[in-house]
């Protein structure tokens, strides 16, 4: 029986990638296909865009714990849940 298995909204890492810097990123890239159809190769596209874009680099760590699995990597299946949901009761119970 198989109690968790990875998690699909950071694939298994535990952490994910801030939006504010994956919005960032998909600034560059863009800066950096406009300068590359004007002409410059691909290495002087990408430093020129750096240059330009560094200043609104966002103000935030670039990853964060994962909201799904809370940073583990890994979310509990039904039969884990099940499981989870069984101990906590009794926990409780226990509590007070």
Known sequence: ???EKPCTACNGSGAVIST???VF???VDKIK???IAEGLSS???DEKAWE???PSEP???MEHDCDECEGR???PTEEGRQILEFVEKYLADNAT
């Open 73 to 75: 990597g890994m979310v």
């Open 52 to 54: 330009e874009i560094r």
């Open 25 to 27: 990123f998909e600034r």
């Open 43 to 45: 290495l002087k596209a």
């Open 1 to 3: 029986m198989k109690y």
């Open 33 to 35: 296909k406009k300068y």
């Open 20 to 22: 504010a810097w994956t």
């Open 59 to 61: 103000n935030e760590p």
